[in-house]
């Protein structure tokens, strides 16, 4: 097995005028978790699509893209048949059950017979769908439904699974179900490539995370590294956007950050005493201390936030 699933090198794609993706480059290895994270329009989905044949890059001579060996714009059905695509939006069948979605999609990978109900029937358990086998769809819950996507997805027990903000919309006890089955995914050799806008997914499941912008990358690294070595540890959030003229002339010396936006105003610093000095000056109902995070990194880097449109 080769030891990168995906090599990406100086790849583009222009939609007219706008750089969806912008000479991007990355790997990765596999049977490991390798998000791409950004705000809305920053050419997250455009990348997933270039890698699984669905969008072709601007120029096949200067860009390369190479997945387990093959390249999108040569092999797109040798991707397709290596690879599993769990979508933004839940596409499921509506006039089938459960099961019946789940069979279908087994006789495109020519997967039928007692092979096929053992499949079917190992994902159902494994996406804890047993009991709804024979449901229908508008019966299921949001959080069934992604789930199912999800399975329809592993039919053809895929090298690379690949996730487009896979629990966006979900409670968050359906969220960690969901994570804790892509972890054992990892654990027994799929690789995923996903995109998310929650940095708690992304620090839960990832070997490392792509930050984008406009369709380039701002940072690479594993969270933990990239938490460490790119922002202060800790942070005051205050709500209503305005810092008291008492709390900013003490913040003069101290090292502390000072982040403003309209709408709200950080304060970061890696010592925890002095942003508690701060803190007992604040009114408590309009201030809140955390630790800092990846979003805090893309402030940071780019002065916008991860959910934001462009």
């Not at 455009?46 to 893209?65: F, Q």
């Not at 190479?66 to 397709?80: C, Q, R, T």
């Not at 502390?256 to 709408?263: A, L, V």
Request: with cysteine; proline share 3%.
């Amino acid at each position: 097995m080769p030891d990168k699933a995906i090599k990406v090198e100086n790849v583009s794609k222009k939609y007219g005028d706008i750089h969806a993706v912008d000479r991007l480059s990355f790997e990765v290895p596999s049977s490991t978790c390798f998000a791409l994270l950004g705000p809305n329009g920053a050419g997250k989905t455009t990348m997933m699509k270039m890698i699984y044949g669905k969008a072709e890059r601007d120029s096949v001579s200067s860009g390369k893209i190479n997945v387990f060996g093959f390249d999108p714009a040569k092999d797109e059905l040798s991707i397709k048949y290596l690879s599993g695509v769990v979508p933004q939006d839940n596409n499921l069948d509506e006039e089938l059950n459960v099961e019946e979605n789940l069979r279908v999609y087994a006789r495109f990978y020519d997967i039928t017979g007692r092979k096929a109900q053992d499949r079917i029937k190992f994902l159902l358990d494994f996406l804890e769908l047993s009991e709804r086998k024979k449901a229908a769809i508008r019966e299921l819950s949001g959080g069934m439904k992604r789930r199912l996507v999800i399975a329809r997805a592993l039919i053809n027990e895929p090298r690379l699974l690949i996730l487009d903000e896979p629990t966006t919309g979900l409670d968050p006890q359906v969220r960690h179900v969901i994570w804790e089955k892509l972890r054992h995914l990892k654990q027994t050799g799929t690789t995923l490539l996903l995109t998310t806008h929650y940095m708690e997914e992304a620090s839960q499941l990832c070997d490392s995370v792509l930050i984008m912008n406009k369709g380039s990358m701002v940072i690479e690294g594993h969270p933990s590294d990239l938490l460490k070595n790119n922002i202060e540890r800790y942070v005051i959030e205050i709500s209503n956007g305005k810092m008291p003229d008492g709390v900013r002339s003490s913040i003069d010396g101290t090292g502390i950050r000072i982040d403003e936006t309209m709408e709200m105003t950080r304060l970061f610093s890696d010592d925890l005493d002095k942003l508690n000095l701060i803190a007992d000056m604040l009114d408590r109902k309009e201030h809140h201390m955390r630790q800092s995070n990846l979003e805090d990194i893309f402030l940071k880097t780019t002065g916008r936030k991860l959910n934001e449109q462009q």
